[in-house]
């Protein structure tokens, strides 16, 4: 199994309110970084994304994915790689839960296993990067900047 990232984040929200962020795929690309197209393909009885298709600005083309979410709000969304050209795998997850110092404490997780060749060094400094960069747009967005 590939190696993944993670990195944590307090941001002064509600779990609940970090989640919908979060949870609202669709808006992606008015927020999150690299992501230039999603396709909400289905919602669930709840009306929560079930499946997106991804398209990301790569580095040398543009990666297309399909997701599939995990939902346990306010804590937990989480999602798998159905199908894709470009990936062998890519999982991840944002889980939310009180800080210390109030706020909550929000820790994402990813991981990707490309088809195409990339040292892994490199790919673990996309990860990173891929993982920060999310997580100040998260908090961005909830702040009402994004």
């Known amino acids: 199994m590939a190696e993944g990232t993670f990195s944590t984040l307090e941001v002064d929200a509600s779990p609940e309110t970090l989640y919908d962020v979060a949870a609202d795929v669709a808006a992606y690309p008015e927020w999150a970084s690299g992501v230039k197209e999603v396709e909400v393909l289905n919602v669930d009885a709840e009306g929560r994304v079930d499946r997106a298709r991804f398209v990301l600005e790569g580095f040398v083309k ?40 109030g706020g909550t404490e929000v820790v994402y997780t990813l991981t990707v296993e490309p088809k195409f060749i990339i040292p892994g060094f490199i790919r ?23």
């Open 62 to 101: 543009e990666i297309e994915y399909v997701l599939k979410y995990h939902h346990d709000r306010p804590k937990l969304l989480s999602w798998v790689a159905e199908e894709s050209d470009d990936l062998r795998m890519l999982e991840g997850s944002y889980q939310f839960g009180p800080a210390e110092g």
């Open 124 to 146: 673990r400094q996309a990860e990173k990067q891929i993982v920060t960069t999310a997580l100040r747009g998260l908090r961005k967005r909830v702040a009402g900047g994004g």
